[in-house]
């Protein structure tokens, strides 16, 4: 499976995604593996990289922002978010740490825009292929993005065009 090249995922409006505005969090690179958010200002025609720790990591081109802007990246831990995000009655298995990814400027990139998530490994079986999802807003739903797995590093990596909040279930 591919990443979600065109549109915004799930072919939503803009307004069916959060972002828009930062979230707060700790500045810098994101090195500190206890971190549960990170935000950079990244100017549009250099791009830049946004990484929390080992947990999460936005790859941005240049020219993929309309304009400079400050990416944010929230690992959500809050239990009233979570209860809210995973619905009554989902039978999942959580394959990785949810995430909430926010910028401060327009949320639709002239450009996809790499985003890459750790795997939890004690919470995946051996033959458990994760499946990559973003949270759509309007629908109150988890919509399939896809996404490319990378066996070695046990993370998965896909493309949108728009931020969201994000998971991997098995």
Do not use: C
Not at 61 to 88: G, V
Not at 106 to 128: I, R
């Amino acid at each position: 499976p591919g990443g979600n090249p065109g549109g915004n995922p799930g072919g939503g409006s803009p307004g069916d995604n959060p972002g828009g505005g930062s979230s707060g969090g700790n500045p810098g690179s994101g090195e500190n593996a206890d971190q549960d958010s990170v935000s950079k200002h990244i100017v549009a025609a250099q791009g830049g990289d946004v990484q929390l720790g080992q947990k999460a990591h936005v790859n941005i081109p240049a020219y993929a922002l309309p304009a400079d802007a400050t990416i944010t990246i929230q690992r959500i831990t809050d239990s009233n978010k979570l209860q809210s995000l995973l619905t009554q009655g989902m039978i999942i298995q959580l394959g990785s740490d949810l995430f909430e990814i926010t910028t401060s400027g327009e949320n639709k990139f002239n450009k996809p825009v790499t985003v890459t998530v750790s795997l939890l490994k004690d919470k995946m079986k051996a033959n458990q292929k994760p499946k990559l999802y973003y949270y759509n807003v309007s629908r109150k739903q988890w919509i399939y993005l896809g996404g490319q797995m990378n066996v070695k590093s046990n993370e998965v990596s896909f493309q949108v065009n728009s931020f969201a909040s994000y998971g991997a279930f098995a």
